[in-house]
């Protein structure tokens, strides 16, 4: 390998995975990266490495792990938070795991996770959200619920265009707003915060290209614009129109509108053809808990991907559970949606379903579908055993409470039963 980094080792086994003519080129065994992450980052880490490497091995390929640090460990190993090394090297790998990172409270301190999204443009945050048998839902039937949520990850109200009250900045903008453009009677007198929304075409089409390739490659039947566009016209609004073009434009022949498909075709989709409908945010929560099997793949706005995929999560099992992955062209950093609950760090304690899951999104992303099912028919078998970590054994009858390690151990084993 002829790659050269200051801080961390390149494996001297394994093949680099390439990007070429916009596909994952995967050998059968692609050098990966990962970072085991802060707080029960050590715990789940290496949980869900043991787990994936047995889900490799069992279909005939390797995995060959290349440890990368970010937050705390790199912090104690070379006195920085986010080493170029580490950005390297998920760029030059292309597919990676990541465990959660620490953004400390307080002023200073930006979100690692963030500055790792931006840096590598994995403009798509993916999150699948379906029930695994035995898991503790709060909704009557949890199974109706399979859905994969393209949030996008980069611009909206996160992109950090803020102004702080009371500052000359912020005073510069009101006066702008306010005499420039002529909403002279919309903000109230006294210190205000302000803050931007942009939300581009460009990076409107590219997550609604990603979560139509993604529904078709995958047989969903709806990709779902999930919007506010009926009060905020030009940035939601926006979405929903240039998804739809887009739609419209790159794939006239393989999608059709929710019109298109009662007017031309009985309300009945053709094969391998995947309906784009459009619904408000609002609406979209509560349609969630009452039409939840309607749904299918949706594209979001940053914002509204934030509230409704936790709000989706919720109705499968919460954050013991919850896979994602930030996904651009030809990269894949796969990471579970919970935090570092440093309250637990290092105990052995938590659930490391949500990291093993992550990296199942991670083994689907390399082509590996065989091994990806295994992962997750492991996962629910466990889990429907009872033989589970605290935050699952609290919820079910007759359920035993196993360690982080013991819990992913004996997946490994089921993994191994079933090759
Ligand atoms: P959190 O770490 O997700 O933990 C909140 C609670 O969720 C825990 O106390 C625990 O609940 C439950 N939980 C989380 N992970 C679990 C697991 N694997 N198994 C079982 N239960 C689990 O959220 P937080 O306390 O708000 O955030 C802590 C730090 O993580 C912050 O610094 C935050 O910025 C960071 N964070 C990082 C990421 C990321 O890296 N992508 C994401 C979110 C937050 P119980 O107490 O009920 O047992």
């Not at 529904?215 to 969903?220: F, I, M, T, V, Y």
């Not at 651009?328 to 949606?337: N, T, Y």
């Amino acid at each position: 390998m002829s790659s050269e980094y200051d801080q961390i080792e390149v494996p001297d086994e394994g093949s680099k995975v390439t990007y070429e003519d916009g596909e994952l080129v995967v050998p059968d065994d692609p050098i990966i990266p990962i970072i085991h992450g802060d707080g029960i980052g050590t715990d789940v880490g290496p949980a869900a490495q043991s787990v994936l490497n047995a889900a490799a091995e069992a279909t005939g390929r390797e995995i060959n792990w290349m440890r990368v640090y970010a937050g705390e460990t790199a912090r104690e190993r070379y006195d920085e938070n986010l080493p170029d090394d580490t950005v390297d090297a998920l760029r030059e790998f292309r597919v990676s795991i990541k465990g959660p990172l620490t953004t400390p409270v307080g002023a200073g301190f930006r979100s690692l996770n963030v500055a790792l999204r931006k840096k590598l443009d994995l403009y798509a945050n993916v999150r699948p959200t379906y029930h695994l048998d035995g898991v503790p839902s709060p909704v009557k039937d949890p199974s109706e619920m399979d859905m994969v949520n393209f949030r996008e990850n980069t611009e909206d109200v996160y992109a950090g265009i803020e102004f702080d009250a009371g500052t000359d900045e912020v005073a510069q903008v009101r006066e702008f707003v306010e005499e420039e453009m002529g909403f002279d009677a919309t903000i109230h007198d006294g210190p205000v915060g302000i803050g931007i929304k942009p939300i581009t075409e460009f990076g409107t089409k590219r997550l609604v290209r990603q979560a139509i390739e993604y529904a078709l490659e995958n047989d969903r039947d709806s990709v779902t614009l999930v919007h506010k566009g009926n009060i905020m016209k030009f940035t939601e609004g926006a979405f929903r129109d240039w998804g739809y073009e887009l739609a419209a434009e790159e794939f006239p022949e393989r999608t059709v509108t929710e019109d298109e498909l009662w007017d031309e075709h009985d309300g009945e989709a053709p094969p391998g053809v995947v309906v784009v409908k459009d619904r408000i945010a609002d609406n979209m929560l509560q349609q969630i808990l009452t039409r939840t099997d309607q749904y299918d793949v949706l594209a979001m706005p940053n914002l509204n991907g934030d509230y409704l995929s936790d709000a989706a999560g919720a109705q499968i099992g919460g954050l013991g559970i919850a896979p994602g992955a930030n996904i651009g062209d030809g990269r894949v950093l796969a990471e579970p949606v919970h935090g570092s609950a440093p309250k637990y760090a290092g105990q052995d304690k938590v659930n490391p379903s949500a990291m093993i899951l992550s990296g199942r999104i991670m083994l689907e992303r390399l082509g590996w579908d065989d091994a990806a099912d295994l992962v997750r028919d492991a996962v629910e078998a466990q889990i429907s055993a009872k033989r589970v970590t605290y935050d699952i054994e609290r919820q079910v009858e007759g359920g035993e409470k196993l360690a982080t390690s013991e819990f992913a151990a004996e997946i490994v084993e089921r993994i191994e039963e079933r090759a």
